[in-house]
């Protein structure tokens, strides 16, 4: 029942041509029920009534049968004609096209969807030649599609050829053809290029002619698609390789990272072990605290300071062990406004754990972590210091006392001199009394005023000698408060029997209202006093003619001390005596010592003062000092 | 006979301590002394009276001009007052210094009174003393002043125990003429005998002070 379906789109013609057909066979199973009959050899003539019987009623039977095998193939002829109509709708509206081709590979039927994609009308298409709308550069691929197909035709299952053509990757390249398009008929497509893919197996018509039926899916835009994918993967390549080379790059610089970093941990390690190294084998306490003054770390060196053990003092109050902690006298929650700059050494007094007093030096850095403050303090016993201090104090204070010693028997005479001044005039004033006494009606008014006179008289020797004691005590007093001026009076009146002999006029220029200093008053009076007859030993040297002036100044510096001068007119001293004037034991005296004003300027030193010197050959010498102005501490 | 006789006796003091000028001026005077004393020796450079007989208490130390400078200043001066010097130390040095200078003593302080007063009274005496000589020797000075040149050199030969004979040969004149020169001589100069024409000569010549010396010679 084989019936190749006819490609007719007038369904009128195909009911023609299919009531022809059916009329046709009729005729040829009439034909060759006949030519059967013939053959089959029976011969009615010879034949019994009883076999002609039989055989006439086989063939009725056979009539009957053959009726309804007409109307079977009638039925049958009518779905097949419904079903070919509904073949050839599908064939012409599918949207994949259809072509058959002959051996030759000239087209010899199209649908709608092939003529839509060849761009000619399917009437046209039928004797054309399919590989005249391939695009040349695709040619090559389509003959040799053809050539195998045609080739493998022989012995090959179409099925598994379907299957070989459809394996993707054995000859992708065959199954798309670009079309040659025409331009005209493109129209609005324009230059845009059309890809089919073809799907083709041999069949042998009716006829046994062989035909290449090939399916076409316009795979445009798949192609585009792939195309774009392509384009975007080879972009995405190229953005990996871009990007895996940055990485590289950044990896490579991550590892140098690492490396350092691996680095500065083995430096930071090193830093630690240097530091703790240092943090216990230091001299210097070290002790941290918190912001409540809470120690949460000491070093070894707190136990011989302090004789805790670093552990014992965890958890401790700072203020424990330095009662003067700057966080505890100022009692604020803030310790940080209080401290000193890092590096500033403040003087205070710790307490040793058997309850002495141990003399410090603080130093108070702070840092934080984590916005916690914390405060180390570094502190060293600076007992030792203060002791060589103490010494070294006490030796100056000797030593100034024997130089007082000295300088003293050198002003023997001048001041005996000063003592017999009111001591004479005592004599005369009591021989006045006396002889007055001895009246008949003496004075009372007068002597009264005698006898006072005698009086101030005696205490004024008793002043001078009192000042001389003073002057000689070897335990230096405590310091206390002083004006300057009333010390600079003070000496003056030690000296003033040697300026009267040497004919030297004094000049103060004395500042009033100056503020107090504190100071040891017997080792600034020494100090004046030896500048003062340093003074008056260089104006000695002058010739008698010539007028002999010491002055003498004090006043408030700009930056808050006193400045004493103590100026004369005398020769003044050349470079040479410049340069070793304040060095011990030089001398320009004939039975100088060479001390005075070298320990001069230590006791101006001890003093946190200083000396210094200006002076003109010719013109004269001014030494002057400064003070601190310094409250009682 | 004496110009300054009438003047009572002054004591004049100079030391820069008023407890010294106040006392000592109150002591002497209960003696019944006068007594003017001064700050300075300039001061009393400025308010000296040379008529006036007395004597200077002169302290060694003072400012501006010592009492040493003093000392040389009056007899540079041709001041001749008797000094005492009053010091508050002995100073072997000042002391020499001030006698060699002519001073009358010098006493160290406190001084015992009795002896100052002593002292003072003595220079005082010393100075009226000289004051008369001065004035005796002036006067006689005058005389010998008023004698003419021949007579001056007659005077001198006589003064060296010269005979008449002698001076006349020695001057090579005559007898007579060194007779009328030698009556000429005791008549201007007052002299009774020739003794006492010596001898006023001699007074004269004799010096009692520097100032006083520069003057006869």
Known sequence: MSKSPNGHLNTERLNDKAAALLDKHRETIREQAEIMLQHSGADIARMSTHDIQKLLFEFQVHQIELKMQNEELNRAHQELTASRDTYAQLYDSSPVGYLTLNEAGIIQKANIAAAALLGYP???????????????????????????????????????????????????????FQLCTNASQAGDKGNVQTYIECYAKVVYNDKSALQICLSMNNITERKQAQETIAYLNEKLEEKVRRQTSELIVSNLSLMKKVE??????????????????????????????????????????????????????????????????????????????????????????????????????????????????????????????????????EHLDELAHVTRLGLMGEMASGIAHEVNQPLSAISSYTQVSLNLINTETPDLVKLTEILYKTQQQALRAGRIIHRMREFLKSHAKHRSTADINNLIHEAVSLCIAD???????????????LPPIYVDHVQIEQVL???????????????????????????????????????????????DQQQKILTPFYTTKANGMGMGLSISRSLIEAHDGSLHFNSQSGKGTTFYFILPITEKS | MMSSNNSTPLVYLVDDEFAIRDS?????????????????????????????????????????????????????????????????????????????????????????????????????????????????????????????????????????????????????????????????IMEKMQAENVAELITMVIYCETPSSSALEERFH
Request: charged share 25%; with cysteine.
């Open chain 1, 122 to 176: 399917k009437e046209d298409l039928t004797g054309k030649r399919l590989g005249k709308f391939i695009h040349p550069s695709d040619q090559d691929n389509y003959y040799l599609f053809i050539h195998r197909l045609l080739a493998q035709k022989t012995g090959q299952d179409l099925n598994a050829n379907i299957k070989d053509t459809g394996a993707w990757p054995t000859h992708p390249e065959c199954k798309y």
């Open chain 1, 260 to 393: 350092e970093l691996r680095h500065s941990k083995h430096q930071l390690l090193e830093r630690e072990a240097k530091l703790n190294s240092i943090f216990n084998a230091s001299v210097e306490g070290i002790i941290t605290i918190d912001m409540s003054n809470i120690i949460v770390s000491a070093n070894a060196a707190v136990e011989t300071i302090f004789g805790y053990k670093p552990e014992e003092l965890i958890d401790r109050r700072i203020t424990d062990l330095i009662p003067s902690s700057p966080q505890e006298m100022d009692g604020c929650s803030v310790p940080h406004a209080v401290i000193k700059p890092a590096g500033q050494i403040q003087e205070v007094e710790g307490i040793h754990k058997n309850g002495f007093t141990v003399p410090l030096d603080l130093s108070i850095a702070e840092f934080s972590v984590d916005n916690v403050h914390y405060f180390t303090h570094i502190v060293r016993d600076v007992s030792l210091r203060k002791h060589q201090e103490r010494q070294d104090k």
């Open chain 1, 499 to 513: 300026l009267k002999q040497n004919g030297i006029k004094l000049i103060f220029e004395l500042e009033s209202s």
């Open chain 1, 529 to 575: 006093i030896n500048l003062i007859r340093n003074s008056i030993d260089a104006l000695k040297t002058l010739p008698a003619k010539q007028q002999r002036h010491l002055a003498i100044h004090s006043r408030l510096t700009p930056n808050n001390s006193i400045q004493v001068r103590v100026k004369d007119n005398g020769p003044g001293l050349d470079i």
């Open chain 2, 24 to 184: 000592l001026t109150l002591l002497i005077e209960s003696t019944g002394q006068a007594v003017k004393s001064f700050e300075s020796a300039d001061a009393f450079l400025n308010n000296y009276v040379p008529d006036q007989p007395g004597c200077l208490l002169l302290d060694v130390r003072m400012p501006l001009m010592t009492g040493h400078e003093l000392q040389s200043e009056l007899t540079n001066r041709g001041i001749n007052i008797p000094i005492i010097f009053i010091s508050g130390h002995a100073d072997i040095a000042d002391s020499a210094k001030a006698f060699r200078a002519g001073a009358v003593d010098f006493l160290e302080k406190p001084f015992n009174n009795e002896v100052l007063l002593e002292r003072i009274n003595e220079a005082i005496k010393k100075d009226i003393a000289f004051r008369e000589e001065f004035v005796k020797k002036r006067r006689i000075q005058d005389r010998i002043d008023h004698l003419t040149t021949r007579e001056k050199e007659v005077l001198g030969l006589i003064v060296k125990s010269h005979s008449n004979k002698e001076s006349a040969k020695i001057l090579n004149i005559s007898n007579r003429t060194v007779d009328v020169h030698r009556a000429s």
